[in-house]
């Protein structure tokens, strides 16, 4: 059994996470993982039973890519082990945020800090954090996505 890992990402920092849950799932749990970006995603679809998506919020909004992948496939993913990570620089999920993703019944959730590197943001994504006086830095914590993605295979991921 194969689990596809769909990641999302403008910057890479939520591309990494997704691709140490999969390194976690098959190096810990003997779990065979493909690590796709949404636009590919689709093909593995019929031959895994196990989808962890991972998408970026963005300017308190979900990844547009990710969220179509997830809107697109729904009924797909609905026969599925299906989990859900999302990555921010906030310290914590926007409760709203969190509604739209358990409306894609995902049998778990998680919340994880990804990183904010001024060098790889423009101009306009830098004056947006000016704006709000974010921080920017590395908030992820590898324990916790190590974790997180040691327990998906006791809940479906294999």
């Given amino acids: 059994m194969t689990t596809l890992v769909v990641a999302s990402s403008q910057h890479g920092s939520t ?3 997704a691709e140490r849950i999969a390194k976690v799932l098959r190096v810990n749990k003997g779990v065979t993982t493909v690590v796709e970006h949404p636009k ?3 093909k593995w ?7 962890v998506v991972a998408l970026p919020i963005y300017r308190d909004a979900l990844d547009k890519t990710a969220k179509a992948f ?3 496939h729904r009924a797909e993913l609905a026969d599925k ?15 709203r945020l969190q509604a739209i993703i358990e409306s894609y ?4 959730t ?18 947006s954090i000016k704006l709000v006086k974010g921080q920017y830095g590395d908030f992820r914590n590898w ?16």
């Fill in 15 to 17: 591309r990494e996470i």
């Fill in 40 to 42: 590919d995603a689709p």
């Fill in 45 to 51: 679809l019929a031959t895994v039973e196990a989808v």
């Fill in 70 to 72: 997830l809107d697109t």
């Fill in 81 to 95: 082990s299906l989990f859900i990570l999302a990555s921010g620089a906030a310290p914590s999920i926007n409760p």
């Fill in 105 to 108: 019944g995902p049998r778990d």
């Fill in 110 to 127: 998680a919340y994880l800090r990804g990183a904010l590197t001024e060098e790889k943001l423009g101009f306009l994504d830098k004056l």
């Fill in 143 to 158: 324990e916790a996505i190590e974790a997180w993605g040691k327990s998906l295979s006791d809940r479906g991921a294999h």
